[in-house]
């Protein structure tokens, strides 16, 4: 059983059939199809099966290289990267790191491709119950520095070297896909009532709020933000920061340190 | 009735993504529901929470792809695990798997992949679903398949081979009317003779679907309408059966709620003709 399975396995992934006279030894002939026939049938769907379940999840890459590249680099991406997993789910998760390998000056695709993978493991992340709206203005003065504000599971922060977003949005839009000029932008991408958001951010706002998803308490991200932007956040940069990350949604909890 | 006291539920419908907001908000009368079980293993996102608001409403069975009864690699208890532990949080009435392998040596194909029949694979099989069954705590129901390939190492017919897997591994029958009809075009066997040799009292459920006749041989590819010979065979099962709880699947192309429900209004019909035939 072993050998069998192990042979008709490699068969329907490989990207050549085998010999028919070894597909005959094996497989029987129908009243209308020879052995190798039959076994293409299992070639022609494993092919199809893999090429629709990335498309699900890199819709816009797919939109951006066209049918006929997207289809050549799924077939490329499963033979370095076939499923190991029992769910169709996790296929794609080394497709972004994949394209950055083999496809080194396609950086806007890379960064499209990053967009995409976040906005499916964000849709797959566990609920998390969030603050209320006045929360953070209910911390004590003498104790805002030592907060820590908990992010949700269902955020991720990404940094791109391309307008990612503008370009997710074109296809989104059903609008012509075209690779834009190059320049930096920051996304938030995070759930909501189970609907996936994307939050853009400028720069300033994406290193504070980078410093607090990594466990910062306010005052020593308020700290290492001044050592990189020559300077501390203003007071109303920061009000109207926290004030649209908690309507956002972002955070699930306000821990004190030291309590 | 099934020897296991699995309930006849009525007629079904598969839970797809399209569907939800239609389920939820017109709370539509379908019997219950069958959710693919790994669309809702690893997510605690809008899946998760559709299924428990149906699960609330609706009596939901579970439908698996992935436990790969036929494989040679060692069983893959993580699933299993969050398999028992989501059937448990749906109160699934029962949970189903396919007779067929999915990968070798850690690699899946994520198809349905067939089986030589013949007594080697049968106790392998046996042993497996046994298995299954103990650590599910309850006796796991098991798809016949559709395939597209007949083995040279094979001795017996996938009925025979079937009907001794249930009886020997004490397991439930999850009968797919549709997958018989395409198998036998593909193989040339007899349908009925199929229907025939299955043991009633396991029969826990019947599947039907629409497929894709390409002339030379027939895709399983649950899309479209069922054509009338599978409504013919779904009648002869239901004589031969009794009431069983039956499902329409219809997974590509997917269309309106409304379309996917007459079919299943239509299955209700059969199952009524033939119950006052029998009662007449």
């Given at each position: 059983m072993r050998e069998l399975q192990t042979w008709m396995h490699d068969a329907i992934v490989a990207p050549l059939p085998p010999p028919a006279d070894d597909v005959a030894r094996r497989i029987l002939p129908s009243r209308t199809l020879a052995p190798n026939e039959r076994l293409d049938i299992y070639r022609d769907m494993y092919a199809i099966r893999m090429e629709e379940a990335l498309e699900v999840d890199y819709p816009a890459v797919a939109a951006l290289l066209g049918h006929h590249d997207f289809h050549h680099l799924v077939h490329a991406y499963v033979q370095r990267?076939?499923?190991?997993?029992?769910?169709?789910?996790?296929?794609?998760?080394a497709f972004s790191q994949f394209i950055a390998e083999t496809m080194p000056r396609r950086r806007a695709l890379y960064d499209l491709a990053r967009l995409e993978l976040a906005m499916t493991q964000v849709f797959d992340e566990e609920e998390s119950p969030l603050i209320d709206a006045n929360a953070i203005a209910a911390v004590p003065a003498e104790s805002v520095a030592s907060m820590r504000l908990v992010p949700i599971r269902a955020l991720r922060l990404l940094s791109f070297d391309y307008p990612a977003n503008d370009l997710f949005q074109r296809f989104r839009d059903d609008e012509p896909m075209r690779t834009p000029r190059r320049k930096p932008t920051w996304l938030a991408i995070h759930r909501r009532d189970y609907s996936v958001m994307r939050l853009p951010l400028e720069s300033r706002a994406f290193a504070m709020l980078e410093l607090i998803h990594g466990g910062a308490t306010l005052g020593a991200a308020v700290v290492e933000f001044a050592s990189r932007f020559d300077g501390p956040p203003r007071q109303d940069e920061l009000f109207a920061w926290f004030r649209d990350w908690t309507a956002a949604g972002l955070f699930t909890a306000i821990e004190i340190e030291g309590t | 009735m099934n020897r296991f006291g699995y309930p006849d539920l009525g007629i079904g419908l598969g839970l797809r993504t399209t569907h939800y907001s239609n389920i939820l908000g017109n709370r539509p009368p379908v019997g219950w529901f069958e959710a693919l079980s790994e669309n809702y293993l690893d997510t605690g996102g809008r899946p998760a929470f559709v299924l428990d608001k149906i699960a609330e409403q609706y009596p939901v069975v579970l439908h698996g792809v992935s436990m790969s009864i036929g494989g040679t690699d060692p069983l893959d208890f993580d699933y299993l695990r969050k398999l028992k532990a989501l059937a448990k949080r749906v109160n699934a009435r029962w949970i189903s798997d396919h007779l067929c392998w999915t990968g070798v040596a850690g690699r899946n194909a994520h198809d349905l992949l067939p089986l030589p029949y013949d007594e080697p694979t049968l106790r392998h099989c046996i042993e497996r679903v046994r298995i299954i069954s103990d650590f599910l705590e309850q006796p796991l129901v098991i798809e016949n398949p559709s395939s597209y390939v007949e083995f040279a190492q094979t001795t017996m017919s996938e009925w025979e081979f079937i009907a001794r897997l249930a009886n020997e591994a004490d397991c439930g029958l999850l009968l797919d009317v549709n997958n018989i009809y395409v198998s036998a075009f593909n193989h040339s066997f007899d349908a009925n003779e199929y229907i025939d040799a299955m043991p009633e009292d396991r029969i826990v459920q019947i599947h039907l679907a629409g497929h894709t006749n390409h002339g030379t041989h027939i895709i399983d590819t649950h899309t479209g309408h069922v054509i009338d010979e599978v409504w013919s065979l779904y009648a002869d099962a239901c004589r031969r059966f009794g009431d069983v709880s039956t499902m329409v699947e219809w997974d590509a192309d997917i269309p309106e709620f409304d379309v996917v429900f007459a079919e299943a209004l239509k299955a209700a019909a059969y199952r009524s003709d033939v119950r006052e035939v029998a009662c007449a």
């Open positions: 990267h076939p499923s190991t997993s029992y769910t169709l789910n996790r296929l794609g998760d | -």
